[in-house]
C-alpha cells in the first residue's frame, strides 16, 4: 500500500460523491411525497450534531455545510480504503469500483449506521429510497472505479491503465 495510492483513492472518492450526490437529488425528488423526508446524508449529519449538542446551535446553512464536508469525507475515505483493494486485486474498473460501491452500501446502511443507531436499517427503510441509495451507490463505485484505474493505474513506462492491458489479454 503506498501513500499515492491512498491519496488517489481519497481524491476518486470525493470525486465520484459529485455524481452520487446528483443521482441523490433528482431521484429523491421521483419519491412520493411522504417518502420524500431528508436524504441519509442529512439525516446522519442531523443526528449526530444532536448527540454531540450542536444541533440547536446550527443553522440551516450550517447544517448544509457540515452535511456535505461529512458526505464528501466519508466518500473520500471510502476511496482511500477501495484504492489499496484494488491495487492488489486487479478487478475491471467498473466491476470492482460497482462492487465495492455496493460493499459500503451494504456495511453502513445494514452495519455501521443501525449499531452506532444513527440510522434505522435498511430493512426498515421504504423500498423506493433503498433503491435511490443502492443507484447512487452503484453510480459512486463505477466512477471511484474508473477514477482509481485513472489515477492510480499508471506506471512509469506505461501507455495504458494496467486493467486496460489485462483486458486485452
Known amino acids: 500500500m503506498s501513500i499515492s495510492s491512498l491519496f488517489a483513492g481519497a481524491a476518486a472518492g470525493f470525486i465520484a460523491t459529485v455524481p452520487m450526490t446528483i443521482v441523490m437529488l433528482l431521484l429523491h425528488r421521483l419519491l412520493p411525497w411522504l ?9 446522519i449529519t442531523a443526528r449526530i450534531a444532536h448527540r ?18 461529512a458526505h464528501f469525507g466519508y466518500g473520500a475515505t471510502a476511496g482511500a480504503v477501495y484504492a489499496p483493494i484494488a491495487a492488489s486485486w486487479h478487478p475491471a474498473p467498473l466491476v ?4 465495492f460501491g455496493l460493499i459500503v452500501w451494504l456495511a453502513s446502511y445494514l452495519g455501521l449506521l443501525p449499531a452506532l443507531a444513527v440510522l434505522p436499517p435498511a430493512t426498515e427503510h421504504p423500498a423506493r429510497r433503498n433503491a435511490l441509495m443502492i ?20 506506471r512509469r513506462g ?12
Do not use: C, F, N
Not at 453510480?139 to 489515477?151: C, N, S, Y
Not at 486496460?164 to 489479454?169: G, I, K, T, V
Open 96 to 99: 470492482g469500483g460497482i462492487a
Open 158 to 169: 506505461e501507455s495504458q491503465p494496467v486493467s486496460e492491458a489485462r483486458s486485452r489479454l
Open 135 to 154: 443507484a447512487a451507490h452503484i453510480v459512486w463505485g463505477a466512477t471511484l472505479g474508473l477514477l482509481v484505474d485513472r489515477l492510480g493505474g499508471r
Open 52 to 69: 454531540i449538542g450542536l444541533r440547536k446551535r446550527m443553522s440551516q446553512e450550517q447544517h448544509l455545510a457540515l452535511t456535505a464536508l
Open 35 to 43: 417518502e420524500r423526508y431528508p436524504l441519509p446524508p442529512s439525516r
